[in-house]
């Protein structure tokens, strides 16, 4: 079946370390992206890439990292620059000149 | 710039009760339209969207909804809720021809039994 994963569902990390959100693909979509989803906020665009080996910065991309070495994959880096990371991250994909957005299931991470 | 504005961030109706969420959105062009739904620690479901053409829209589950242009708004409907429908739903926007989404801040609905 074709979508979008993210792993882990749930991630733990201590204060001062960088930890790595995972998202894949199997739908051949060109473009995906990140998304912050904070209660009462709604969804913040973290950082997107419409091609491999390129991205741009969302509305709220301080303290993040992203990388598109394939069209598949497109991690998400929370680097300890990130002072309140404690969120639900949504990834999402979509065909080039498409308008809807796909999204995986969701990576919740805590601070302790 | 786009936004969007959900009025009401909590809705709760009876079980067969109609359902109205309200959106409103700022665009300086022609805006693409759309409604999600997430389920608890879930991620979005597209329920319907609005590019071009008819601007009473349906989509899945017996929701739809109405682009009015002169009113900036895009309200989302259902004409007699049920228990399943409880869930949190975002309205979002976008350019024509755009792929980035704004999303507004989410309506939860609890449905009564």
């Known amino acids: 079946d074709g979508g979008i994963t993210q792993s882990p569902k749930y991630l733990f990390r201590k204060e001062g370390q960088n930890v790595t959100l995972s998202c894949e693909q199997n739908?051949?979509?060109?473009?995906m992206y990140w998304y912050r989803q904070d209660p009462g906020q709604g969804l913040r665009l973290i950082y997107y890439s419409q091609i491999v080996n390129d991205f741009q910065k969302g509305d709220i991309a301080e303290g993040y990292s992203v990388s598109r070495e394939k069209k598949e994959s497109f991690p998400l880096t929370v680097t300890s620059a990130q002072k309140n990371p404690t969120a639900f991250y949504l990834c999402?994909?979509?065909?080039?000149?498409?308008?809807?957005?796909?999204f995986g299931q969701g990576t919740r991470l805590t601070v302790v | 710039a786009q936004s969007v504005t959900q009025l009401g961030s909590h809705v709760s109706v009876s079980e067969g009760a109609l359902v109205l969420l309200r959106c409103n959105y700022s665009?300086?062009?022609?805006?693409?339209l759309f409604w999600y739904v997430q389920y608890p620690n879930q991620g979005l479901q597209l329920l319907l969207k609005y590019t071009t053409g008819a601007t009473l829209v349906k989509g899945i589950n017996g929701f739809e909804a109405e682009f009015k242009k002169s009113e900036t708004s895009f309200h989302l409907t259902k004409p007699s809720a049920h228990m399943s429908d409880a869930a949190e739903y975002f309205c979002a926007v976008s350019e024509q021809g755009a792929q980035k989404l704004v999303f507004g801040q989410g309506t939860r609905l609890t449905i009564n039994p």
């Open positions: 665009s300086s062009v022609p805006p693409y």
């Open positions: 999402a994909s979509s065909q080039t000149g498409a308008t809807v957005a796909f």
């Open positions: 739908l051949n979509h060109d473009a």
